[in-house]
């Protein structure tokens, strides 16, 4: 039962650059922060970006986030194959008074 | 370091109340701000955030689950239980809790490993 929407997949040879949108309403990304966490195979997810686009200390600065209304986006430059996995944007909903994920993306490196 | 790990069942039986512990070290619970939730993931599918507790007993849950779910905190163990009534087969899901910082819009930071729950009869 997600309400944000995320693309299931994206996808890009090593060196590019992927985006990956995530798309909400005013009761949640349009009046909160956003996060994003990355999930790699077997693995539990690990915060990626908080506060629509601030890196925690040991994320690589090709990671960057950034909003615009009631949506948000995750970017990758200079994809490299580690970057393979799963991607969930997350944020406060006003409405449910709770937090609410995306869908998932799931990034493959060609 | 901050850690968290979640212990409990692997199976659990439809129509039982499944009780799952996170123990946690590298911060405490009585700390302002700080709070610790419980997030789940069916196999193959996205997260679903279920509840979470902050330092000073304020409690929220997902409004879709939150006629069955309890959420209690032991300071002194440094563990947070959930507690999951009924439990069906579409409950079947890695069951994660996780660190919520101190400070406003804060982050899950870190996760812990994940405990896989099993509904099965």
């Known amino acids: 039962q997600s309400i944000l929407t995320q693309p299931p997949s994206a996808s890009g040879t090593p060196g590019q650059r992927v985006t990956i949108s995530c798309s909400g309403s005013?009761?949640?990304?349009?009046?909160?922060?956003v996060y994003w966490y990355q999930q790699l195979p077997g693995t539990a997810p690990k915060l990626l970006i908080y506060r629509n686009n601030q890196r925690p200390s040991g994320v690589p600065d090709r990671f960057s986030g950034s909003k615009s209304g009631t949506s948000a986006s995750l970017a990758i430059s200079g994809l490299r194959s580690e970057d393979e996995a799963d991607y969930y944007c997350a944020a406060w909903d006003d409405s449910l008074i709770g937090y609410v994920f995306g869908t998932g993306t799931k990034v493959t490196v060609l | 370091q901050i850690t968290l790990k979640e212990s409990g069942p692997t199976l659990v039986k439809p129509t039982q109340t499944l009780t799952l512990t996170c123990t946690f070290s590298?911060?405490?619970?009585?700390?302002?701000?700080?709070?610790v939730a419980w997030i789940r993931q069916p196999p193959g599918k996205a997260l679903e955030w279920l509840a979470l507790i902050y330092w000073d007993d304020d409690k929220r849950y997902s409004p879709s689950l939150k006629s069955r779910l309890t959420i209690t905190k032991d300071t002194s163990k440094n563990q947070v239980v959930l507690t999951m009534t009924n439990m069906d087969p579409v409950d079947t899901a890695t069951y994660y809790c996780?660190?919520?910082?101190?400070?406003?819009?804060?982050?899950?930071?870190?996760w812990g490993q994940g405990t896989l729950v099993t509904v099965s009869s």
């Open positions: 996780a660190h919520r910082q101190n400070g406003y819009a804060a982050p899950f930071d870190p």
């Open positions: 590298g911060f405490s619970l009585t700390s302002s701000g700080v709070g």
């Open positions: 005013s009761s949640n990304i349009g009046n909160n922060y």
